[in-house]
C-alpha cells in the first residue's frame, strides 16, 4: 500500500513537472529579437526575464560585446524606485561587475516589474491537479476496487481481481468458492472527465491570457472576422502590452547608448508567426462545430 501511494504522489509531482517546463517554455517564446550580438544568448534571457522578471544590459569592453546578465540592486534607488546602482553577475559565478546609472539598461518582463514565473508555477499545478483527477476518474470506471468476503477467500479473491486486471478471458476457480460470500462496497465512480476536461480548457485559456497567447474558444458555428477575434480577447491583449512595451522601451534605450557599438539597431516584436513557409492570407476563419 505504501509503494503505491510513493509511486500515485511521483506521477503527481512528474505530471507537475511537466506542465510546468511546457508553460514556462511558452512564457518564454512568445517574444522574437532580431539583429542581437551573436555571441549573446536568447534562450538565456528569456528565462531570466521570465523567473527573475529583469536583466541588465550593459557593454563590456574585455569581451567587447553587449552582454545581458542577471544582477542584483546596490544602494538607494532613484525618486521613481528605478535602481542607480547595480551588480550584475554571471550564471558561472566568475564574472561579476558593479555598473552605475548610465552604463546599463534594465529589461523588465512586464509593467508590474515582478517575475511571472510563481504565477505560471500555480496554473501548473492547477491544470496538473485537472489532468490527475481525470486519469483517476478514467481508473475508477473500471470494476469496483473494494469488495467485501470471508477471511478465509480472500486470498482467492485477490487472485481472481489479479487475472481481471491481467485481462484474463477465462478465470478458474475452486469449486468450493461462495460468490454470494462476496460483495461489492463501493461502485465506479460517475464518469466526470469530460466536465474536468472543458475546466481544463479554462484552465489553460486563463494562463495563455496571462503570457498573451491569442486563444479563442468557440461553441457554436459562426464566420469569426479577424478585428472581431481581436475585439473578444481584451485581457490578452492587455497582457501582451504589459509585457511588450518594457521590452520595447529597454531595446530603444540599448539602440540609443551603444549607438556607436553596436552593428545596427536591435529589434523586438511579438511573434505571430507560424513554423511553415505558406502565408495565410485570410480574414476571415470558419469554425465549424467538428472542429471544437
Known amino acids: 500500500m505504501q509503494k503505491k501511494l510513493i509511486n500515485s504522489q511521483l506521477t503527481n509531482m512528474k505530471t507537475y513537472l511537466m506542465y510546468r517546463r511546457e508553460m514556462v517554455t511558452l512564457a518564454k517564446n512568445v517574444f522574437e529579437f532580431k539583429y542581437l550580438p551573436e555571441y549573446m ?4 534571457i528569456n528565462d531570466i526575464l521570465v523567473r527573475q522578471g529583469a536583466i541588465a544590459f550593459f557593454w563590456d569592453d574585455v569581451l567587447n560585446e553587449l552582454v545581458a546578465l542577471p544582477f542584483t540592486v546596490s544602494g538607494k534607488p ?15 559565478g566568475t564574472y561579476y561587475r558593479g555598473l552605475k546609472k548610465g552604463e546599463f539598461v534594465i529589461m523588465y518582463d512586464n509593467n508590474g516589474y515582478y517575475p511571472i514565473y510563481a504565477d505560471i508555477c500555480q496554473m501548473a499545478e492547477r491544470i496538473a491537479l485537472s489532468k490527475r483527477t481525470i486519469d483517476i476518474n478514467i481508473v475508477q470506471q473500471r470494476t469496483p476496487r473494494v469488495w467485501k468476503t470471508s477471511a478465509d477467500k480472500k486470498k482467492t479473491l485477490e487472485n481472481m481481481l489479479a487475472e481481471v486486471d491481467g485481462m484474463m478471458e477465462n478465470i478458474v476457480t475452486y469449486d468450493s468458492i461462495d460468490f454470494e460470500d462476496t460483495s461489492v462496497v463501493m461502485a465506479p465512480a460517475p464518469f466526470v472527465s469530460d466536465k474536468i476536461d472543458i475546466h481544463l480548457d479554462k484552465e489553460w485559456a486563463e494562463f495563455y491570457r496571462l503570457v498573451g497567447i491569442a486563444n479563442l474558444m468557440e461553441q457554436k458555428k459562426e464566420r469569426v472576422i479577424k478585428d472581431e477575434m481581436t475585439a473578444s480577447l481584451g485581457g490578452t491583449v492587455a497582457s501582451r502590452f504589459s509585457r ?14 551603444f549607438k556607436e557599438k553596436l552593428d545596427r539597431d536591435i529589434e523586438v516584436s511579438y511573434y505571430d508567426g507560424l513554423p511553415t513557409t505558406i502565408e495565410e492570407k485570410e480574414d476571415v476563419v470558419d469554425v465549424e462545430e467538428s472542429d471544437i
Open 244 to 257: 511588450f512595451e518594457p521590452r520595447k522601451r529597454a531595446i530603444e534605450k540599448i539602440n540609443k547608448m
Open 78 to 92: 532613484d525618486i521613481y524606485g528605478r535602481p542607480r546602482y547595480i551588480m550584475a553577475r554571471a550564471a558561472n
Open 41 to 44: 544568448d536568447v534562450a538565456f
